[in-house]
């Protein structure tokens, strides 16, 4: 049987998943029937809660509850991007090495550190649990800005998660993908004529602009215009600051005294108001017990957009100069979760002056798009870089050369040769920092030819060196930049394994508990009865919940027990061959304590 294409669509606030069928998308569901996934992780000390009930229990689990997981995708730590991103968490941010960021989450009495690519890993194996994945490959939805590095570590997380990435494709290309396969009455039919259209997607964190050109049987995108760091929830920031800023003024409060979970209530409040007057022109917006308070101040659409105004600003520099090479546009499709404000599309409509449409399903055009993409065959689709890349190294002067490898607007598949002549090392770097280091083993002076390509991820990769000189290979040697060691894979699926040990037991805990409430109902219980009501408020093993449920029963089973220590075994095994002894300690710890809250 072939395999099967599953493309995923990462987003700050909800993922999504979808595999093609002989007539369309088939959109993935979780097991409560959600399409929209929130991407959303929750760390306790027993559970792993991913998506809605992670969501659910966040006001609970502030510091281990991890949102917006795509902005810390490349996140540099000593940026203003970051600074601004923390005001928006409720979790702890850290330097991890190479200078980007990471996130520290108490875990069983300790903190564990884990990078952006382990986040995706979590999120991808979730999302797709309970799915079969013997034969799958994964087409992943990029951000169009994104470089080398974030595209990394997209392609890191699923290899730790188990996953194969076949190919990646940007969001918004998907979506132009997904327009055609919806509206062919908008395809020329001669092949000779063409259609542009501007593409406009307002997400939660960032917005992308890109003008395609559609002719019948392909898709040729010209350009993209993007702001990665502005979205929806800077809107929401401003304007929950506009409603703290009239909260206090009503109800006399200091919100610099009001505690971190009402804070969250609060925004909450403020991000469902803020869809709300998209379509209402005034609304009640109403908070309970802020402060000992009661909020209840009407709020018009018109004082939204006064809140936003400088973001407003910002949109029209962007509109403008997405029309600026591109002044004969048909229309304008808009669709994201920050399309929603009428303001929003009147700056577009004006500044390109043309319509807006929103046919596209907001949520899921992406995903679908992607989906399509995977197995279209009558479809040539050319997409482009948004960053050039460039070439640094030595002369034999000692002078420094550099030089553009890459320009931005280059098509990808796009293959280029270059001759350098030097003994040290040659370093390729883009927007976020370098992205290969290239070393030779011969250190005599001479000339060799590199040749490099923009594979279908839209990542840069040394296909050959060369001497000028004999036409012979040159041996070399490729440091990519923060790729991750085969021992650090191994490390950190072992955590995830240890982790997902641990849910299941958690799992199996409170169902056992519920079946011996339930049987306790029943019979006297004795001192069973009397260690379940002293444990009522805590969480014990599942084993403690079967050895009591077995005493009630008159049975003995060590089924369970022995299963368990099977799986133990087996970990600590792997574990054993990992070459870092630091890895190695924590590994060892945490099961060691994933073992006793499970057996003793």
Sequence with gaps: MNSHYISLDLGNKFSVAAAPRENGVDILQSETFERLIPSVLGFTDRRLHFGQMAADYQNQNLDGTITNTKSLIGLKWDSENRKKFEKTITYKLVQIENGFTGVAIPFDGSTITFRPAQLVAFIIKLLLR??????????????????????????????????????????????????????????????????????????????????????????????????????????TLLFTDYLIEKAEEKYHLNFNEIDTRSIQRFKRAAEKIKCALSVNKSMKFEVPSIGEKDISIIVQRTDFETAVSPLLKTLDAIAREAKRNNPNISFIEFYGGASRPPCVKEIFQKVFECDVRQSLNADECIVAGAAHFSVSKDLIVTDITCYPTYITYKLPSDAMFNDILFKSGTKYGEKKSIVVCTVGDVTIYGNNGDIMKISFEQKEVTKIKLDFEINECGIIELVSTTSQVSGQPIKYNVMVHDKLSSDQIDAFRLLMTEIELRNEEGVLSERLKGELEVALMNVEGGKVKEWFEENEGYLMSSFQYQDALNELSGKKSNAKQEEFRTKIDKIMGKISKLDDQKTRALLYDIIKKTEAHAIL
């Design 130 to 235: 309970n799915k079969d994945t013997r034969r799958m490959k994964l087409l992943f939805v990029t951000e169009p800005f994104w470089g080398d590095i974030e595209r990394k570590i997209i392609l890191a997380g699923a290899d730790i998660a188990g996953f194969k990435v076949q190919s990646m494709v940007n969001s918004t290309t998907a979506s132009v993908v997904k327009f055609c396969h919806e509206h062919p009455k908008f395809i020329p039919e001669d092949p000779k004529e063409s259609q542009t259209i501007c593409f406009v997607d307002f997400g939660d964190s960032s917005i992308t602009i890109t003008i395609a050109e559609i002719t019948k049987g392909s898709i040729k995108i010209l350009n993209h215009v993007f702001e990665e760091n502005l979205g929806g929830r800077d809107f």
